[in-house]
DNA sequence: GGGCCTATCGCACTAAGGTGTAATAGCGGT
DNA sequence: ACCGCTATTACACCTTAGTGCGATAGGCCC
């Protein structure tokens, strides 16, 4: 059976907020449901931080010295670091929390903060973030194994997975429909699938198919 | 040739706002770029309209008598409704325009509305919408399609698309695997696909596939 | 030169998929 | 009772895919 709502314990919270008060309020809060807190004062801070790969979430105040929530979610992006962010904020205003929701924040919410509020879309972000991950763990996998692959077999790969039969995909590249098999071969072997369904189904997911 | 940008007049703009000198305005910039656009003073009025299936965007004000341009979103979404939004709004604030967002607008602008930037949000809504026009509507016949296949047909093509070899598939479902090739066969051509990759791939994009 | 990787091709054999025909059987509606 | 849909199986035949072994050849690095 898979948890489908895993216990607080199993999931981490990392609160950054400049602000004392409400950062050793968020982080009592969440500690008192038995969730496992870490507080930063800084993006930096956090930046520096070892984090463990449990699922989690990441409290964020907007405003802050240094680099502000934003430039850090924007950063965190950039390194394909996936962790669910429900921004807060004291003096935020409505491009701002634009700009944080299309770049995919959970939540955003204004101070002072309705603790139902965070409480629940921290609670969210943290199931929908513990639900994905393994997937992203798979395709992870799969990206890393597909980059192990030669140029042809990338190639050959293209061509199956948008289902050209070997005797065309031989005859697009100019080779012997043996030679596409043995590349075939390399690839299920290389990237660890047991079908072409799965072949096909993580190549989507994945984003890794060329276009035409 | 695929176009990448479509010329305006490709496009179709609807504008609902109460304020009839924001509307005429906003109506005036785009019919001034060549858009073609239609106006509402209500969000009923819009929905009484017969909409034409041209790739589009919404402009909608958030406040207006009668129905709210939020709740507006809401019924076009219960609807499958795709069309993209862009929310203008005059006394919005925070949680609303999050709320706006996380249900899928586009873009969510305070009055008085930066005219490049509305125009700019709204020109990438109706490419992005031009985009994936053709995708959706490929989904939505596959949906359909797999709609007239009979219940043990569809059972085989779950397990089709995961993967498993026809013998399988006929010890777990307690058939011969004759039976399975002759049904594999109908999902085939009821499909209208032509190839198992082209199945998977289908399958993955349109959420048919059902969980273990 | 020797080792390693990549790419190529051929052959033989096995397994799996796909098609067409035909037949049987139950179920529901006219 | 008859028709149509669904489900089932069998048989025959052909096409694809997959595997294992061997072999050649060019490029690169030490």
Redesign the interface.
């Known amino acids: 059976m898979t948890t489908k709502h895993p216990k607080p314990a199993d999931a981490m919270i990392y609160v950054v907020d400049d602000d004392d008060l409400v950062r050793r309020a968020t982080v009592r809060t969440f500690a008192s449901l038995g969730f496992q807190v870490t507080s930063f004062q800084t993006a930096s801070e956090f930046l520096d931080h070892d984090r463990c790969d449990l699922p989690g979430c990441l409290i964020l105040d907007v405003q802050m010295p240094g680099q502000t929530g934003i430039e850090l979610q924007q950063e965190l992006a950039a390194h394909h670091v996936d962790l669910p962010i429900v921004f807060i904020t004291g003096h ?4 701002m ?2 700009k944080a ?2 770049a995919g924040a959970v ?4 101070k002072p903060v309705d603790e139902q509020q965070l409480v629940q879309a921290v609670s969210q972000a943290i199931n929908r973030h513990a639900e994905t991950r393994h997937q992203t763990a798979e395709l992870d996998e799969f990206r890393r194994r597909v980059d192990t692959l030669t140029k042809r077999e990338h190639e050959v790969m293209n061509l ?5 039969l070997n005797k065309q995909i031989a005859r697009r590249l100019g080779i012997a429909e043996d030679t596409v098999k043995v590349h075939r071969g390399r690839v299920m072997s290389k990237t660890g699938v ?5 072949l ?2 993580l190549s ?2 994945s984003g890794v198919a060329a276009p035409d």
Chains 1, 2 share one sequence.
């Not at 199956?160 to 050209?164: A, F, I, L, P, T």
């Open positions: 935020g205003d409505i491009p929390s634009v929701m299309k939540d955003f919410l204004p199956v997975v948008r289902g050209v047991d079908s072409l369904a799965e096909v189904r989507e997911r």
